[in-house]
């Protein structure tokens, strides 16, 4: 049978072996009260200085008993709790006992699930008993969050169980995987704790993270939305990646603090199965949380603008894609001139707010670009010719610039035709040349077409007339008048 024993009995036993004890100037005698070890005053009688010394050792003596005597509790409390003690059972049969094996019980813990879109491998844990240990991984296009390995516990549980992730999600404070299922394919981005704005870690740094592939059916996309910080305009772009090309499919929008911004992630090519994320930083910035969202999220995403490809030209800033009301301005090398406006807005539907030109200069003269218009017919009246060059027709300001334009007309002279002439912006009044802004000027003799000037007073329009051969006499300036129909015109323009 099980004997129950209790502490303060052991206790008061020892205790009632010591003599009459000293404590202070009186008498004392151990007790047991309230299950606790004590002291009790004697009345009679006075101490001695040995009483005394001989009071301090057995006080340290019983207090180191009293610490042995409160873990043997604790330890029986616990084989009391833990243990199954055995069963002896006495049968009488033919004056005989028998007895029972004793009954152990044996910990264990449930079968286990698979994480969603995973599996878990069991090889190790085949009775689920208390310290084995099974194995959690994921399916294709999905990553582990959460350690991979599950062990049976006291509780009777496997412990935390791990998920699979679509490859593309990323919480950076979370993930075991400080990347999560991306990988660092260049620059300086790594894993960093964060106090201000908020306690965690984020993704810092610059350079490019790459996930893993994910299949992609036909025409299939993915809405997806990161939080960004410390970018500028075009500063972080995400593009798709099929294993051999790499193309930007999203630009990131200006922010100093921590902001959302959804996207749309794409194949490049719809006979591609499969794609891989990356999002590309050119300077420092923050990331965390890449996700992804249901499709109806990103119902209503403004189309990004692609970069024009303008010959002559310069784009500021130059991207391969540009965000809904991100400005552009546009400028032209030293030898073209801008036409249409220099500055361009990204508008929601992924096309520019203006469609501007570089045109190349036909010569250049003095920091001035000139350029002709010319037509296979002739039907552009002054008027005409003023509007073609918005206003700026040319000036010739001297022989030197008069053998150049004419050398370039020369070259434009319509297929079936032998000569052309072209309007510009001079005038020719009372018998005095003047320049477009109403200044009088001269040119020489060997300038004008022979016989020119004509003293007439409706012929007010100066042209040049230009053939195909050099040694042609009439050719040069001359006036004529500005309802008559000319090939086309020559502006002028600064550069």
């Not at 996207?263 to 910035?285: H, M, P, Y």
Request: glycine share 6%; charged share 20%.
């Amino acid at each position: 049978m099980k004997i129950p024993i209790r502490h303060s009995f052991i206790g008061l036993i020892l205790l009632m072996e010591a003599c009459l004890l000293i404590k202070g100037e009186q008498c004392w005698t151990p007790m047991v009260c309230d299950d606790q070890l004590t002291w009790r005053e004697i009345t009679n009688g006075q101490c001695t200085k040995e009483e005394e010394k001989a009071l301090e050792a057995l006080t340290e003596q019983l207090d180191g008993m009293k610490t042995k005597f409160y873990q043997l509790k604790k330890t029986m409390e616990k084989l009391k709790t833990n243990s199954v003690p055995p069963s002896v059972v006495g049968v009488r049969r033919n004056d005989r006992k028998e007895t029972t094996t004793p009954q152990v019980t044996v910990l264990t813990c449930p079968a286990p699930k698979a994480p969603d879109n995973g599996t878990v491998d069991t090889t190790t844990a085949p009775d689920f008993e208390f310290g084995q240990t099974i194995r959690y991984s994921c399916n294709a296009g999905y990553v582990l969050q959460g350690s991979n390995i599950g062990k049976c516990n006291e509780k009777g549980t496997w412990g935390e169980v791990a998920t699979c992730v679509d490859v593309f999600t990323c919480d950076f404070e979370s993930s075991i995987n400080p990347t999560c299922g991306y990988t660092r394919v260049n620059g300086t981005f790594q894993r960093e704790y964060r106090v201000k704005d908020f306690t965690g870690h984020v993704l810092a740094g610059t350079g490019t993270i790459r996930s893993l592939p994910k299949a992609l059916a036909d025409n299939e996309e993915v809405c997806m939305s990161v939080a960004i910080k410390g970018t500028s305009d075009g500063e972080l772009v995400a593009k798709a990646n099929n294993g051999t090309v790499t193309e930007a499919i999203w630009p990131f929008s200006a922010s100093t603090t921590w902001k959302t911004e959804k996207f749309i992630l794409k194949k490049i090519n719809s006979a591609d199965t499969e794609v891989q994320l990356e999002l590309v930083a050119s300077g420092n910035v923050e990331l965390d949380n890449i996700t992804t969202l249901n499709s109806s999220e990103c119902y209503g995403l403004a189309t990004p603008c692609t970069k024009r490809n303008l010959e002559n030209a310069t784009i500021s800033p130059e991207q391969e894609l540009y965000s809904k009301d991100q400005e552009v301005s546009y400028s032209c090398s030293n030898d073209s001139i801008l036409e249409g406006e220099h500055m361009g807005t990204c508008k929601a539907d992924g096309s520019w707010s203006t469609t501007p030109a570089c045109t190349k200069c036909g010569v250049v003269y003095n920091s001035k670009c000139f350029r002709a218009i010319v037509y296979d017919v002739k039907n552009v009246t002054f008027s005409v010719a003023k509007s073609l060059c918005k206003n700026k027709l040319a000036n010739i300001y001297d022989v030197t610039h008069f053998n150049l334009v004419r050398d370039y007309l020369r070259s434009m002279i319509p297929d079936g035709e032998s000569l052309i002439y072209v309007c510009t912006g001079m005038s020719y009044k009372n018998s005095q040349l003047y320049s477009t802004t109403g200044q009088a000027m001269s040119l020489p003799t060997e300038v004008w077409r022979s016989d020119y000037p004509i003293s007439q007073e409706s012929w007010t329009t100066v042209a040049v007339r230009v053939h195909q051969k050099p040694e042609y006499k009439y050719q040069g300036i001359y006036n004529y008048a500005p309802t008559y129909g000319y090939f086309g015109a020559i502006c002028e323009n600064e550069l």
